[in-house]
């Protein structure tokens, strides 16, 4: 895949252990004794993000609306940004609470964020992308199939631009790595500089 | 542009355990969809398609020990096997294994049996999967609503066009669970009776339960083949649960699709559409295929045979749109009374017997996902 060698991890964003990091930076911590509920709250005041359909989103949307809207502030992308998502629980966490409703009265507005691919819906929403979008499921951060699906969406003009990562949520534990491709930036887009950006953080 | 071809197929159904006895079934106007009793209805119960456990764990047991396995494994396993059956000299080192599920074994959590909690995640059906006939690639699982199916499609051709691997057994399935019932039954989005797609009298949609499979390859075989020539999904970003009334990312996924197919919507012929019943699903699909020009293009739904059978059903029916091209025959849409919808569509009412080439396959699901799939017949001499 030649072709791959002009992509570039253009910008990276890392949320894990009550830290938000841009580009290896961190821009935000929080005690450790606060949890997903208090947490996801506290960020979206500090970094104003004014989208008040977010308090009705479930915390995997959340924490998906979150780091897409850090990652894309103040970068050029076009519709045809694809998404290339992934984690290990699917919709786990807000599975459980559909089930726990099951005994009682079911609601459509929790049903409805059963499905892991609906954080793509609402990111596709936010930032208007009428783009290809996938979500995967895996054991662990599989920075090659990251790598590889993107590529095939990049070099067969499927998508301009790639919004690719890791998106895990279960049992109120986080652990988030998005990065946009494209071909601007100085981070080639190797597994490598994908494995090394998604470890070294909050370890 | 290597071709992309899509070899064996089954599919696992309350219509039969083989493709050949589904068609036949299909042909025959059999409907998978019963009266199934559920505490959840004041009517006392809901109009499904549910296999049989017991004539399941019968053909099951060819393979293995039925009471090792979930319903779904099983159903999977299943499919699986009838590919492999048929080619003996694939290389289960070198192929992909490529698994599509919206919820998998998520009927564990109402009742466990003997199983682990564990095995009710997606990454354990992979596993499962992939020891059971020994695949040496880590499983692709792709959970993505209602277009997973297909998606698994277009996913295994884009990795073999890009020469990770030749071959790769794409695999889908989901059963009706109380889970998802209830969950649709909250919607308001269950019919009262039998689904009926593209109908005035249209309720909403009915559930269904399979499994299906088929190999996606780049080696040639001889004969008429069916290739996948054009693929293509777009979001909506319009809303998570609701379609946009402009059918917009239908619409661009079907422009996409065509556009790689190098093919005008004039040249498709037959059209595989969604048409899940919805009052506001099918009228979506309506206004895209019209925007498009596919309004005079034969058109059914297979959801008044299999009920929606989620991340099963765009695979079950892309393999029944490969028959059709090879079958030269257009199957009707069953339960299918008049036109409900604000464009013209045409309906295909009776079996038909028709010279075929082309056929574009179409899903939409939550998350405001849409999937266009092109095949093309060709002939290897």
């Known amino acids: ?203 | 542009m290597m071709d992309i071809l899509l070899q064996e197929d089954s599919i696992i159904s309350p219509l039969g355990f083989s493709t050949s006895e589904n068609i036949n079934a299909i042909k025959a106007g059999n409907s998978g969809l019963q009266f199934h009793a559920n505490s959840r209805f004041q009517n006392g119960g809901f109009y499904a398609g549910i296999i049989d456990p017991t004539f399941l764990a019968d053909e099951f047991s060819a393979l293995g020990d039925a009471k090792k396995f979930t319903k779904l494994e099983q159903m999977m396993l299943l499919a699986i096997q009838s590919v492999l059956n048929n080619n003996k000299q694939i290389d289960l080192k070198t192929t992909a294994l490529i698994i599509s599920s919206t919820k998998g074994n998520i009927n564990l959590w109402d009742n466990p049996q003997n199983f682990s909690e564990d095995r009710a995640s997606l990454n354990s059906l992979g596993k499962i999967i992939q020891n059971f006939f020994g695949f040496e690639l880590q499983p692709i699982i792709v959970s993505n609503a209602c277009i997973s199916g297909g998606l698994a499609v277009a996913i295994a051709k884009r990795f073999i066009q890009a020469g990770k691997f030749d071959n790769a057994v794409v695999v889908a399935g989901d059963l009706v669970s109380d889970f998802v019932t209830s969950g649709f039954q909250s919607f308001q989005a269950l019919s009262n009776s039998l689904c009926r797609p593209f109908s005035k009298t249209r309720d909403g949609i009915s559930l269904g339960e399979a499994a299906a499979a088929v190999l996606v390859s780049s080696e040639i075989t001889k004969g008429d083949n069916i290739a996948l020539i054009g693929d293509a999904s777009a979001n909506d970003a319009n809303h998570i649960s609701g379609p946009s009334r402009t059918g917009e990312g239908l619409y661009k996924s079907i422009q996409q699709g065509l556009k790689e197919a190098q093919l005008s919507a004039s040249e498709i012929d037959y059209l595989s559409a969604h048409g899940t019943a919805t009052v506001f699903n099918d009228e979506m699909e309506a206004v895209a295929f019209n925007r498009a020009g596919l309004n005079h293009v034969p058109i059914n739904s297979f959801k008044g045979f299999y009920g929606h059978t989620l991340g099963a059903s765009a695979l079950i029916e892309t393999i029944l749109a490969k028959h059709s091209l090879l079958n030269n025959e257009l199957y009707p849409s069953l339960n299918f009374e008049e036109l409900g919808v604000s464009k013209p569509i045409n309906i295909i009412q009776n079996l038909v017997k028709k010279e075929l080439q082309t056929a574009l396959k179409t899903a939409s699901g939550f998350g405001g996902c849409n999937l266009a799939l092109i095949l093309k017949k060709i002939n290897n001499g």
């Open chain 1, 1 to 203: 895949m030649d072709k791959a060698r002009n992509l570039f991890i253009t910008n990276s964003i890392r949320i894990k252990n009550e830290k938000i990091s841009l580009k290896k930076e961190t821009i935000l911590s929080f005690d450790k004794e606060v949890g997903f509920s208090q947490f996801s709250k506290d960020a979206y005041k500090i970094l104003e993000l004014k989208y008040p359909k977010y308090h009705k989103m479930d915390s995997l949307c959340k924490l998906g609306i979150l780091s897409s809207h850090i990652l894309l502030l103040n970068q050029e992308i076009d519709a045809d940004t694809a998404l290339v998502f992934s984690n290990s629980s699917s919709s786990h966490d807000i599975d459980l609470k559909h089930k726990q409703s099951m005994e009682n009265i079911v609601s459509p507005a929790v049903f409805v964020y059963t499905l892991p691919n609906i954080v793509l819906g609402e990111i596709s929403i936010k930032h208007k992308l009428q783009s290809e979008n996938v979500f995967f499921v895996e054991d662990k951060f599989n920075a090659e199939l990251l790598l590889d699906y993107s590529e095939t969406l990049l070099n067969s003009g499927k998508a301009s631009n790639v919004v690719c990562g890791w998106l895990e949520l279960k049992n109120d534990q986080y652990d988030v790595f998005l990065c946009l491709v494209s071909k601007n930036g100085e981070i080639p887009f190797t597994k490598e500089n994908l494995e090394e950006l998604y470890g070294i953080e909050n370890e």
